[in-house]
């Protein structure tokens, strides 16, 4: 099975720029999309297909994916921001398979 | 508006069955795939499978084969997660999740707020 590598939390000053990884194998190659879970509520997409934000998600979210490493930055960090974002993709063995990462949770200080 | 109303919380004993539903509204529930996804008390998401409403195609992770079943019911734009066997491990918020886009492309843009079901004795 296909392994989304992130680390469990980052923490960042408001006003200032959070960068959320997600490893994987030739990740690259792949599309990756991102969701923010804030505590209590269902998922939200940030952004798809490694950088297209869908609309109402301010341009303070941004994303890149490239060999091994695909990352999430949010800019000029607000309170509201604090959650948890996961990364997706979907790997093939056969079917589709669809994979999570496993969560960076930002807190924001 | 687009949007996924789940059915509400669940409690029940291991052994027992149960059937969650996953509704869709303000869209064309059949040209878009469902996506089920588990989250156990405090942990990540947790991709479970996917059902095609024109076709009834099933996509299952290796993870939940045999386990679950996932259906739909096209005239009440409905989807379903169903279990015959409980287990206390099955404890966890169950999400629902509209696709979008296709193949490795497709994401989750339409989300449903989530189902707890509890399993205890």
């Known amino acids: 099975s296909y392994v989304l590598t992130q680390a469990p939390s980052v923490s960042v000053a408001p006003g200032e720029t959070a960068r959320i990884t997600c490893g994987g194998d030739?990740?690259?190659?792949?599309?990756v999309h991102w969701y923010q879970q804030k505590a209590g509520q269902a998922p939200v997409l940030v952004v798809y297909n490694d950088k297209d934000r869908p609309s109402g998600i301010p341009k303070r979210f941004s994303a890149s994916n490239s060999g091994t490493t695909a990352t999430l930055t949010i800019n000029r960090v607000e309170a509201g921001d604090e959650a948890v974002y996961y990364c997706?993709?979907?790997?093939?063995?056969?079917?589709?398979?669809?994979?999570f990462g496993s969560g960076t949770k930002v807190t924001v200080l | 508006e687009e949007q996924l109303v789940q059915s509400g919380a669940e409690v029940k004993k291991p052994g027992e069955s149960l059937r969650i539903s996953c509704q869709g509204s303000?869209?064309?529930?059949?040209?878009?795939?469902i996506t089920w996804v588990r989250q156990m008390p405090g942990r990540g998401l947790e991709w479970m499978g996917t059902?095609?409403?024109?076709?009834?195609?099933?996509n299952l992770s290796p993870s939940f084969q045999g386990h679950v079943t996932v259906s739909t019911d096209r005239s009440i734009n409905t989807a379903f997660l169903e279990w015959r066997s409980l287990k206390a491990s099955d404890t966890a918020t169950y999400y629902c999740?509209?696709?979008w886009g296709y193949g490795g492309y497709t994401r989750f843009d339409v989300w449903g707020h989530g189902t707890l079901v509890t399993v205890s004795s």
């Open positions: 999740a509209r696709h």
């Open positions: 303000g869209y064309a529930f059949s040209n878009y795939m």
């Open positions: 997706q993709v979907w790997h093939t063995s056969g079917d589709l398979e669809g994979v």
């Open positions: 059902i095609d409403p024109s076709d009834s195609k099933t």
């Open positions: 030739n990740i690259g190659s792949k599309s």
